[in-house]
């Protein structure tokens, strides 16, 4: 089992993925591949550290959380080598083509990545809307190989099969107005892992979150137990807004279409802690064309 996460910043992974992630390799222990990649340079995101230094600071935190958490960790280059910047990515043939490369080079079963924004009316952050949009734009060329080499080049007489991945979008509070799921994966006996890592990423929870965050004050921790349990109410805090049960930790997931479209049985046997209640199964199933129903574990129920 391969997994990936590409994602807008450092920390986004931790905020977004890291529980499911730690339940994959609980079950599969060295049988899984991880491996998360960062698409900008981290430098923007300060109030009082300059742009070399932020950059600088937050790429050994990720790498800290990496060490800790058992998984790969690449920073997405363009194919020039630069490394694109924080706070204004866009969507870009040179954005296309290194995301092209990073996702044939690990070909993954699963892909999470950020959602794209489907109304005029929900918040976005650009770095994370744009991940998600460039994803989605380069997931039919991930089995197109010689879609980018131009910019990679390659022996274009001898082509490998990349399988596309199944595609699923992370939860993002930046949307406003226009979150959803449909999985949601209990990730209470992950959860202190969550906090570990997580906690790697001071120049965020201790300066950068606290000084930015509103309307929801952000406030800074004193250790790891006081982080974790101020992580802890916090999560809490947006799955009650999202009309989950507020006792129990949740990390939640969108499936998409845009690449290999899975079952609600493959996805329910594939990943770890789905919580069928807490999830929105029948929209799922129905929206992924399926004619029967399966039930939590999924079986089919025939008629
Ligand atoms: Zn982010």
Not at 20 to 46: I, N, P, Q, S, Y
Request: proline share 7%.
């Amino acid at each position: 089992m391969r997994v990936m996460c590409v994602h807008a910043h450092f920390d986004d992974y931790e905020f977004t993925c890291a529980g499911t992630f730690e339940l994959l390799k609980r079950r599969h222990g060295d049988a899984l591949r991880a491996r998360v990649v960062v698409c900008t340079d981290g430098a923007a995101g300060h109030h009082f550290r300059t742009r070399a230094e932020t950059a600088a600071m937050r790429l050994r935190e990720q790498e800290e959380s990496a060490r800790r958490g058992g998984y790969e960790f690449r920073q997405l280059r363009y194919p020039d080598g630069s490394i694109p910047r924080e706070a204004c990515l866009a969507v870009s043939t040179p954005l296309l083509a290194a995301l092209w490369r990073e996702i044939r080079d690990f070909a993954p079963d699963y892909l999470f990545c950020p959602p794209v924004a489907a109304g005029p009316l929900a918040g976005i952050h650009v770095d994370h809307e744009t991940v998600g949009q460039a994803v989605r734009r380069v997931a039919y060329m991930v089995n197109v190989p010689h879609a980018f080499t131009p910019e990679y080049p390659a022996d274009e007489t001898r082509s490998q099969r990349c399988p596309v991945p199944v595609i699923i979008n992370a939860y993002d509070h930046y949307l406003k107005g226009d979150l959803r799921h449909d999985l949601a994966v209990d990730i209470d006996a992950a959860f202190d892992r969550v906090a570990e890592l997580s906690y790697c990423h001071r120049s965020q929870i201790e300066e950068w979150l606290p000084w930015v965050s509103s309307p929801i004050p952000f406030v800074a921790p004193t250790d790891l137990a006081d982080w974790s349990r101020l992580l802890r109410a916090r999560l809490l805090g947006h799955l009650g807004r999202s009309g989950l049960p507020a006792e129990r930790v949740f990390e939640l997931f969108c499936v998409t279409s845009w690449g290999a479209v899975p079952t609600t049985a493959r996805l329910l046997a594939d990943l770890p802690g789905v919580d069928a209640a807490a999830s929105n199964l029948e929209a799922l199933r129905r929206r992924l064309g399926e004619r029967h129903p399966t039930d939590a574990t999924g079986q089919v129920r025939r008629p």
